[in-house]
């Protein structure tokens, strides 16, 4: 939220990361004031404006979900009228995809697509990112385990035991693509139910490329006996954040199933 203030300046408030500052005060390069500056700079604005931002979140932060990116495109369209003008999908994902830049070096450009477009992506590494519809919405549980785990740590295994064993790590690369495929074509011709094997065959791959860990594993099947049609780790695994697909009646149940098994918080939500 963005509205005008009786104070000079820009105050933000922002109580998930327990942030309550004025803009100056916030180095150049930090998360949010870095969205901000660049809006500035895109609008040519040169004198400040009176305003107070109240940014509140329910998705974890650095849990592989994306956050970042949410809280940019979230935060760009509610203050570009307010210095300039409303902007456009495609100038709202340029400027939240440099923001990811500035914080992640080349990240893929996945979340801030999927996030401005509110639609599901598929990407194949070196091919442009391609945008699909839902065919038939359905429910996902999210578990997180509270563990807040470095991708690049786990990327960095996962390439040394590329290195050490080729041609079983790519085997695997393969299968991961050949479901992410399937995946696509279920979503698109809306059935969902079929995903829940996937889920759980995915799961496994990673499991074998040494990129879950035992909390993701517990919730993971936690989620299944709890009636859940498949359950994965998501992001870089190690910790973080594991999904569940589950009949909508049966959501809630799973999803207090997870907090049983430790999870920190769990988010139910429809995919459409």
């Known amino acids: 939220e963005v509205v005008d203030s009786p104070r000079a300046g820009i105050f933000i408030h922002a109580p998930g990361i327990d942030l309550h500052a004025e803009l100056d005060s916030l180095p150049p390069a930090h998360p949010i004031a870095s969205v901000i500056l660049k809006l500035f ?89 391609e945008t699909f519809t839902v065919g038939k919405p359905f429910t996902i549980v999210i578990g997180d385990t509270g563990i807040s785990a470095p991708t690049k740590e786990s990327v960095g295994d996962v390439r040394r035991l590329w290195l050490r064993d080729q041609f079983f790590t790519e085997n695997i690369f393969n299968e991961i693509a050949q479901i992410a495929l399937i995946a696509r074509r279920s979503i698109e011709s809306g059935k969902p139910e079929l995903l829940g094997e996937l889920m759980d065959q995915n799961h496994a791959l990673l499991q074998s490329l040494t990129v879950s860990s035992p909390e993701l594993d517990h919730l993971v099947q936690s989620a299944r006996k709890a009636g859940a049609l498949g359950a994965k780790l998501s992001g870089g695994g190690r910790g973080g ?17 997870l907090m049983s098994a430790g999870a920190r918080q769990t988010i139910i939500t429809e995919i459409s």
């Open 241 to 257: 954040n594991m999904i569940a697909l589950a009949e909508q009646a049966s959501a809630e149940s799973v999803a207090a199933a």
């Open 41 to 129: 700079q895109l609008f040519g604005t040169s004198q400040t404006p009176n305003l107070e931002i109240n940014i509140t979140s329910t998705i974890p932060v650095a849990s592989g979900l994306g956050s970042g990116a949410a809280v940019s495109a979230a935060l760009i369209r509610a203050l570009a009228p307010h210095v300039g003008y409303p902007l456009t999908n495609e100038q709202v994902n340029e400027l939240v995809y440099e923001i990811e830049k500035l914080h992640h070096g080349t990240p893929s450009g996945i979340d801030n697509t999927v996030i401005t477009y509110a639609r599901p992506v598929y990407f194949i590494k070196g091919k442009p990112i």
